[in-house]
Nanobody
Framework: QVQLVESGGGLVQAGGSLRLSCAAS????????MGWFRQAPGKEREFVAAISGSGGSTKYADSVKGRFTISRDNAKNTVSLQMNGLKPGDTAVYYCAARRGLPREDEAEYEYWGQGTQVTVSS
């Protein structure tokens, strides 16, 4: 069982930066891939980024490549999403998720989810 708690959301102006964090419980953190997803109002939840258990492999949605960076600290059981160059289109609730195995882009393959944190980017 893995429990996830996100933090770091907030309101930022376009062009600004935010860093989201996700704290995970459980002693097997290094064995789970972590992902970030987001859901904007009226839209389906979408993949943002994912990272392997070791941190050696990452994936990004095309819409965030070059602006967002996912990282993890296995000693602290945390995964982070550094978001730079934010745009109003990045406004959404951001969710942290975990799955056993390799990082994936399909939300259906993730077993554990956090409660989400709101990110709002003003123009």
């Amino acid at each position: 069982q893995v429990q996830l708690v996100e933090s770091g959301g907030g309101l930022v102006q376009a062009g600004g930066s935010l860093r989201l964090s996700c704290a995970a419980s459980g002693r097997t953190f290094i064995s789970v891939a972590m992902g970030w997803f987001r859901q904007a109002p009226g839209k389906e939840r979408e993949f943002v980024a994912a990272i392997s258990g070791s941190g050696g492999s990452t994936k990004y949605a095309d819409s965030v490549k070059g602006r967002f960076t996912i990282s993890r600290d296995n000693a602290k059981n945390t995964v982070s999403l550094q978001m730079n160059g934010l745009k109003p289109g990045d406004t959404a609730v951001y969710y942290c998720a975990a799955r056993r195995g390799l990082p994936r882009e399909d939300e259906a393959e993730y077993e554990y989810w956090g409660q989400g944190t709101q990110v709002t980017v003003s123009s």
